[in-house]
């Protein structure tokens, strides 16, 4: 069964830093895209970034680039996220998913229910001073 979970969330001022991990049990990352997502208070959920299975392919929104890094430890079943130069609009819970795929070497930021076939619980970072 897959089991993700999501750590290295808190609270981090303005321009400050943080590292976030995705770690995953119960099956094996190699075949798996890994996606973050992120949900801020009274909005939907929306995509972050995302790395195909080889890590190959990275894919970040346009309001992160520069800003976020993501990378992926296959031997270590662990997926991070390196924020910097945080805003407070990057306040929200966020979660990794994973997305089984075998064929092909490649992921998505679509954030919709069935786009990842497992999510994990989440973790909370709060950008204030």
């Known amino acids: 069964q897959l089991h993700l979970v999501e750590s290295g969330g808190g609270l981090v001022q303005p321009g400050g830093s943080l590292s976030l991990s995705c770690i995953a049990s119960?099956?094996?990352?190699?075949?798996?895209?890994i996606g973050w997502f992120l949900q801020a208070p009274g909005q939907e959920r929306a995509g972050v970034a995302c790395?195909?299975?080889?890590?190959?392919?990275?894919k970040y929104v346009d309001s992160m680039k520069g800003r976020f890094t993501l990378s992926r430890d296959n031997a270590k079943n662990t997926v991070s996220l390196e924020l910097s130069s945080v805003k407070p609009e990057d306040t929200a819970v966020y979660y990794c998913?994973?997305?089984?795929?075998?064929?092909?070497?490649?992921?998505?930021?679509?954030?919709?229910?069935?786009?990842?076939?497992?999510w994990g619980q989440g973790t909370r970072v709060t950008v204030s001073s």
């Open positions: 790395i195909s299975r080889s890590g190959k392919s990275i």
């Open positions: 998913a994973a997305k089984w795929n075998l064929i092909t070497d490649f992921c998505t930021l679509d954030a919709r229910n069935g786009s990842y076939d497992d």
């Open positions: 119960g099956f094996n990352m190699n075949y798996y895209a």
